[in-house]
């Protein structure tokens, strides 16, 4: 369908470009949202998708659906295939909390992305599968316990970490103080931390605040249950 208009969009956000979790993500599923709700909804949400996606591309380089998706859905949601676009939305327990803590830092997709390999183990590639099934069944069963032992990443975190100051003091700070588990958040720099009840995510957050006090670098720290709705207009 071609049509002879457009849109002239300004955004005004609060999410750091290089921070890790879902700058871009936010302005393309926020754009495309937008317009689909001045058109009179024409497409669903999960059609929305791909039109975000676009939004990344033009952002990244790459047209990929892992923070689009859940920005336009809500809740967790899992990308089986990009193409054929194939995404499931998988509701979360409902005293599901994150902690996010962001150092301000810019840290580049493109930079987080060239220390990776291009290959990894079987063993590395069990371990991984073996942990994204358990926190996918922990999620849907509930189970607390089951997502906080499956919060384990085993080929990109190790690369990545060594890029993020206090990396390793902050995730051990996150599980004394009651994380469910603890990791990257998107590609760095910012820190996450799930954990089950609001008072346990911020004493999670208290904890890591006094980190990066001691570090004496500045930072902003974000403590949300989980958005199982996805984008609204306020």
């Known amino acids: 369908m071609e049509t002879e208009f457009g849109f002239e969009i300004e955004i005004y956000k609060h999410i750091k470009a290089g921070s890790g979790i879902g700058s871009s993500a936010a302005s393309s599923a926020g754009a495309v949202f937008g317009i689909n709700e001045l058109l009179g909804q024409p497409f669903t949400r999960k059609e929305l998708v791909k039109f975000a996606m676009q939004g990344e591309?033009?952002?990244?380089?790459?047209?990929?659906?892992?923070?689009?998706?859940?920005?336009?859905?809500?809740?967790?949601?899992?990308?089986?295939?990009?193409?054929?676009?194939?995404?499931?939305k998988i509701d979360s327990p409902s005293e599901l909390y994150a902690t996010v803590v962001h150092p301000q830092i810019e840290l580049k997709t493109s930079d987080a992305r060239s220390v990776l390999k291009q290959t990894v183990s079987l063993k590395s590639a069990i371990t991984q599968w073996g942990n994204v099934g358990g926190l996918v069944a922990g999620l849907y069963t509930q189970d607390y316990e089951l997502i906080g032992r499956s919060l384990h990443d085993e080929i990109v975190e190790p690369l990545r970490s060594v890029l993020i100051p206090g990396f390793d003091l902050i995730k051990k700070t996150a599980y004394e103080n009651g994380a469910l588990g603890s990791g990257i958040s998107g590609s760095g720099p910012s820190i996450f931390a799930l954990s089950k009840g609001e008072?346990?995510?911020q004493k999670i957050a208290k904890a890591m605040s006094m980190v990066y006090d001691e570090m004496k670098l500045p930072y902003e720290i974000h403590v949300s249950k989980v958005n199982d709705q996805g984008m609204k207009i306020i």
């Open 199 to 201: 008072a346990t995510s």
């Open 57 to 88: 591309k033009l952002a990244s380089g790459n047209a990929h659906a892992d923070n689009v998706a859940p920005a336009l859905l809500g809740g967790f949601t899992l990308v089986r295939c990009s193409n054929p676009l194939d995404i499931i």
